[in-house]
């Protein structure tokens, strides 16, 4: 019986643990949104104002929850302050909106820079030999727990929402991936099933690389082609920002992300509109 006494120990000490968590998350979910953070989303993220009253009290609960939770470092010399913090929790979150209340539970810390930076790689060539060059990239995602981001491509992807390109949903989108265990284009499913979501994303990432390297004019941003995982991020980029011609396009594609985020970004964007006007400033 006393050799037992350290398993039941454990036992209620992860209980304790998670339902500490859980009231933890609840309290701040409770707690006023800040004045200045509420300006910054509706002056600097212009998505906002088209999401549901529903859509953006839920958005600034989970903000709440990001922010208490993650950490933010600045990298070469950024100061980082509340917009910079604000906005990238937004756009985070927007792809959480009806996924629950688990915020990256894996995510520890955000880096950013103030532009692309530069990072080395090893990479393997036809002919087996290793080489190693350098390239200037807009964010990364690590499974370490930390996302690293180039602030000026997080401002031009806050201020034109319509553009298919957003480093932040990229990212966070291999977060999400990454949840599976594996970045693999494949993140948890509970909506979709596994058959439909494999034929599907096959069938598109295939035709993405053969439209690819024809040079043919693709909805998608052809940076979608380099594997499943990237095909997975851009198409969640495409899906928010560009919902319409994605429709078009690949509708069994945005049927699937539909399912998976439980929400349709049609309802935010005027069909033919083309830019979206936010402001952030350095």
């Given at each position: 019986?006393?050799?037992?006494?350290?398993?039941?120990?454990?036992?209620?000490?992860?209980?304790?643990?998670?339902?500490?968590?859980?009231?933890?998350?609840?309290?701040?979910?409770?707690?006023?949104?800040?004045?200045?953070?509420?300006?910054?989303?509706?002056?600097?993220?212009?998505?906002?104002?088209?999401?549901?009253?529903?859509?953006?009290?839920?958005?600034?609960?989970?903000?709440?929850?990001?922010?208490?939770?993650?950490?933010?470092?600045?990298?070469?010399?950024?100061?980082?302050?509340?917009?910079?913090?604000?906005?990238?929790?937004?756009?985070?979150?927007?792809?959480?909106?009806?996924?629950?209340?688990?915020?990256?539970?894996?995510?520890?810390?955000?880096?950013?820079?103030?532009?692309?930076?530069?990072?080395?790689?090893?990479?393997?060539?036809?002919?087996?030999?290793?080489?190693?060059?350098?390239?200037?990239?807009?964010?990364?995602?690590?499974?370490?727990?930390?996302?690293?981001?180039?602030?000026?491509?997080?401002?031009?992807?806050?201020?034109?929402?319509?553009?298919?390109?957003?480093?932040?949903?990229?990212?966070?989108?291999?977060?999400?991936?990454?949840?599976?265990?594996?970045?693999?284009?494949?993140?948890?499913?509970?909506?979709?099933?596994?058959?439909?979501?494999?034929?599907?994303?096959?069938?598109?990432?295939?035709?993405?690389?053969?439209?690819?390297?024809?040079?043919?004019?693709?909805?998608?941003?052809?940076?979608?082609?380099?594997?499943?995982?990237?095909?997975?991020?851009?198409?969640?980029?495409?899906?928010?920002?560009?919902?319409?011609?994605?429709?078009?396009?690949?509708?069994?594609?945005y049927d699937e992300l539909c399912h998976?985020?439980?929400?349709?970004?049609?309802?935010?964007?005027?069909?033919?509109?083309?830019?979206?006007?936010?402001?952030?400033?350095?």
């Amino acid at each position: 019986m006393i050799a037992l006494l350290p398993l039941v120990a454990a036992i209620v000490a992860i209980f304790v643990y998670f339902y500490y968590v859980k009231w933890r998350d609840q309290w701040v979910r409770s707690r006023p949104f800040p004045e200045e953070w509420l300006a910054c989303l509706t002056a600097a993220l212009d998505v906002y104002s088209c999401l549901s009253l529903q859509e953006q009290r839920r958005l600034r609960q989970l903000i709440l929850v990001f922010l208490a939770r993650k950490r933010f470092y600045g990298c070469a010399g950024l100061v980082v302050t509340d917009q910079m913090r604000v906005i990238i929790a937004a756009e985070a979150c927007l792809l959480l909106l009806n996924h629950g209340w688990a915020v990256y539970p894996k995510l520890s810390s955000i880096l950013i820079y103030p532009s692309a930076f530069r990072v080395k790689r090893e990479e393997l060539q036809a002919d087996g030999v290793v080489k190693s060059s350098e390239h200037h990239v807009l964010g990364e995602s690590w499974g370490n727990g930390r996302v690293i981001l180039s602030w000026d491509d997080v401002k031009n992807g806050a201020t034109d929402f319509t553009d298919g390109h957003n480093v932040v949903l990229h990212e966070f989108a291999h977060q999400l991936d990454a949840e599976s265990g594996t970045t693999n284009g494949a993140p948890p499913l509970r909506h979709n099933t596994y058959k439909s979501w494999s034929k599907v994303f096959t069938e598109n990432f295939e035709d993405l690389r053969e439209r690819s390297r024809r040079h043919q004019t693709t909805v998608m941003d052809t940076y979608g082609a380099t594997n499943p995982a990237e095909f997975f991020a851009v198409a969640t980029e495409t899906f928010f920002e560009e919902p319409h011609q994605l429709y078009d396009r690949r509708p069994e594609l945005y049927d699937e992300l539909c399912h998976y985020y439980q929400l349709d970004p049609r309802n935010w964007h005027r069909k033919g509109a083309t830019h979206a006007a936010g402001t952030l400033s350095e």
